[in-house]
């Protein structure tokens, strides 16, 4: 942490001054700078360790890891078979479809940037040819 900081979480003039004009103003004002002040450096490895327990909980979810939570056995030998079956097909339309908008984005980004090649390339002509391209007016 910078120790330079004039608003650090340590008994300095101005974390003071900031404390008692916060109980003078709002007395939870003040009391929340007196739990900045004590508790302060440890809100830092707090929340390093909240990003961690949530980062951990939701790395399940991520596309790579997403079927290995699921894929518990339930004994049913033929029903177990069916399932990873349609796992793996569902897994395969997913795919599919990913790269289907992939190449749908691909195809938008393309036709926007035709539309404003053209759009381009008339004002050019337009102000080649004397104008000032057309004025439109607002409404």
């Known amino acids: 942490m910078n120790q330079s900081a004039m608003i650090r979480p340590d008994w300095t003039p101005a974390t003071i001054a900031l404390m008692v004009l916060g109980f003078v ?4 004002l003040g009391l929340a700078m007196l739990a900045y002040i004590l508790f302060g450096e440890k809100l830092k490895t707090f929340k390093k360790d909240a990003n ?44 599919k479809l990913d790269e289907m908008r992939e190449e749908f984005d691909t195809y938008v980004r393309e036709l926007r940037r035709a539309k404003d090649q053209e759009e381009f390339d008339r004002f050019m002509r337009d102000r080649k040819n004397g104008g000032s391209g057309p004025i439109v007016e607002a409404h």
């Open 52 to 95: 961690d327990t949530v980062d951990g909980m939701c790395s399940a979810f991520k596309r790579g890891g997403r079927r290995s939570n699921w894929t518990h056995r339930t004994g049913n030998v033929a029903f177990d078979d069916w399932r990873e079956a349609e796992l793996a097909r569902l897994e395969e339309e997913r795919r």
């Open 25 to 28: 103003v709002f007395w939870p």
